[in-house]
């Protein structure tokens, strides 16, 4: 059973790993073209909410009330099984649509109300003492008409991901995992398409971001397409008619409410974050009439970093915790081998998260100047973006775990558990946010108040789980965490001496070429260390068994 989890979370892995690169892709043409500016901020605050629309219902409350249910169906009467998903996703659709047209209302009276209004932005307000130019109000407009084009966009990534999940419960991990590839592909299309327009002057920027809002909604009906394909040998169907698909979908729904709640909190959490993180250039550059301590591009500078660490946080985090997920619930009536699930996923992510954190850390300049430094680009917005990755990184690990812990809950029918958690870990990061961003960090302080609040996060829901599933806190995972940070540590201790012999330039050709050294060299060494230290986390990732690690693997 576990060796089927990891090879779905390989499969998954590899298609995120698709998906992922793509995504550097779409960002490092989107940075080239818009730099870090108030128009790139409008974007990133109005792409924002879909993307908290499908964590709140299509990966979330939804998601985990159902996939436990229709798993258990599945095995018991598959018939049912079928009319209660169909029946479900219907009543998701109809629902989520609803929102829109009240959300469109919404938005339309914003723009209404948005003034055009112009503030001069004194000395005190500058990064690094410099002057800030004359900033409009405008942005507001414009973040409202691009959030307008895109919120369509949110029913149907939500249902791309209950589809999804009906999907994996099948064992299907591949649509799932791709779909983001169509969104990315459309948006590199829409950014580098137009770009010789922009150039000649028959577009502007506020214009080109409405093209790319367009393509977004492209992206949303292909995706639905190629799920709804996906699901056609599943044969569901809307059974308004059938009283115990009802049934079932009242359990879910009775089930999803408390957390739907909850989730809602949190939801609301990230969106103070972004608005914190945008105001100079949403709203202006003072508050309650003093200056704000965050300048424009600060959303950009912050949603670029996330991008990057989000990078491993997908590949191997996510697709352990997607694949372990109906295993788990499968397992939820015998605890000892869901204990031996939770403890090997939990093993398998620290052996590949905590390196991730150090290593990531070490190479944040370099990553951000490869993947973002050119066109609009520059090599001061390289160290701005940088700074803040250095923030998000230490606690990649936390973040994978996160993950994996929160679908145990899941898993076990107890999910109010893990956002009761999580709704306590608000007022610490909003906290945080608002003490750390009028110190020296910054926008960076955005990132460590995220990171701080990630180690809380797991710590405490590790012991929670661990005290309804005893067994799964024990020595050999203590022992697998110190060997996993031993080797993250040898492997850092050889990158910094590496580093004093490579240039220091911040050319993106140099760059590059640091960035390969010690990508190459921090994974030889880790990988050596792995090996010395006999550590069958490596065969687990790798799924192949060597046989220079028999001894300590199951």
């Known amino acids: ?64 009330a159902f996939v436990p249910r229709y798993t258990e169906l599945l095995r018991d009467d598959p018939e049912r099984a079928r009319r209660y998903a169909g ?67 949110m029913p149907m990534v939500c249902l791309v991901a209950v589809g999804g999940a009906a999907l994996q419960s099948h064992g299907r991990f591949g649509p799932t995992a791709g779909s983001p590839i169509l969104l990315n592909l459309l948006m590199i299309g829409a950014t ?113 970093a996330a991008r990057i660490y989000e990078f491993p946080l997908g590949v191997f985090g996510i697709s352990i915790a997607t694949a372990i997920f109906p295993l788990l619930a499968r397992q939820n009536n015998d605890l000892p081998s869901f204990a031996a699930t939770v403890r090997r996923g939990l093993r398998l992510t620290l052996f590949i998260g905590v390196p991730a954190s150090l290593g990531l850390m070490l190479v944040a300049r370099e990553a951000v100047g490869v993947l973002f430094q050119r066109g609009a680009f520059s090599a001061s917005d390289t160290a701005r973006v940088a700074w803040v990755l250095l923030g998000f990184a230490p606690a990649i690990w936390a973040y994978q775990s996160i993950h994996i812990l929160t679908r145990g809950f899941y898993a076990l029918k107890k999910p109010m558990k893990p956002v009761r958690i999580a709704v306590s870990m608000v007022v610490l990061n909003f906290a945080l946010n608002v003490a750390l961003i009028f110190t020296p960090l910054r926008e ?44 993250a540590c040898t492997m850092g201790a050889v990158l910094v001496a590496v580093a004093q012999f490579l240039p220091t330039t911040t050319t993106p050709l140099a760059m590059a070429l640091v960035l390969g050294v010690k990508v190459l060299v921090g994974g030889a060494v880790f990988l050596a260390a792995a090996l010395a230290l006999r550590m069958p986390e490596l065969s687990w990732a790798l799924g192949r068994r060597l046989p220079a690690l028999f001894r300590g693997g199951r």
């Open 192 to 304: 580098v398409g137009l770009y010789p327009m922009v150039l000649d002057g028959s577009l502007d920027a506020a214009a080109h971001l409405r093209v790319l809002a367009v393509a977004v909604l492209v992206a949303g009906v292909l995706q639905v397409a190629w799920t709804a394909y996906s699901l056609r040998a599943m044969r569901l169907s809307f059974a308004i008619r059938e009283p115990s698909a009802w049934a079932s979908v009242r359990e879910t729904l009775l089930g999803a409410g408390p957390m739907m709640l909850g989730l809602g909190v949190l939801q609301i959490n990230i969106v103070v974050d972004g608005i914190i993180a945008s105001w100079p250039s949403i709203f202006g550059p003072t508050i309650l009439g003093m200056p704000y301590p965050l300048a424009e591009g600060a959303m950009t500078a912050v949603t670029n």
């Open 87 to 153: 029946l479900l996703i219907g009543l998701l659709a109809a629902f989520l649509w609803l929102l829109v047209c009240i959300g469109e209302l919404v938005l339309y009276w914003l723009w209404l109300g948005a003034p055009e209004v112009q503030y001069m932005v004194g000395p005190s307000t500058g990064v690094g003492g410099v002057p800030l130019p004359v900033v409009s109000v405008r942005y507001a407009r414009l973040a409202y008409e691009l959030l307008a084009v895109m919120l369509p966009y």
């Open 1 to 64: 059973m576990a060796e089927q989890f990891e090879k779905h979370a390989r499969t998954f892995g590899i298609l995120t790993l698709a998906s992922r690169l793509t995504g550097l892709v779409r960002d490092a043409a989107f940075a080239s073209v818009f730099g870090v500016s108030p128009f790139t901020d409008a974007f990133n605050f109005a792409f924002q909410f879909p993307n908290l629309f499908r964590r709140l219902f299509g990966e979330g409350a939804i998601s985990a």
């Open 444 to 487: 960076a302080g955005l990132a460590w108040a995220t990171s701080i609040c990630a180690v809380f996060q797991a710590a405490i829901l590790a012991r929670a789980l661990s005290r309804e599933v005893p067994g799964i806190l024990d020595r050999e995972l203590a022992a697998s965490g110190l060997r996993s940070t031993l080797a």
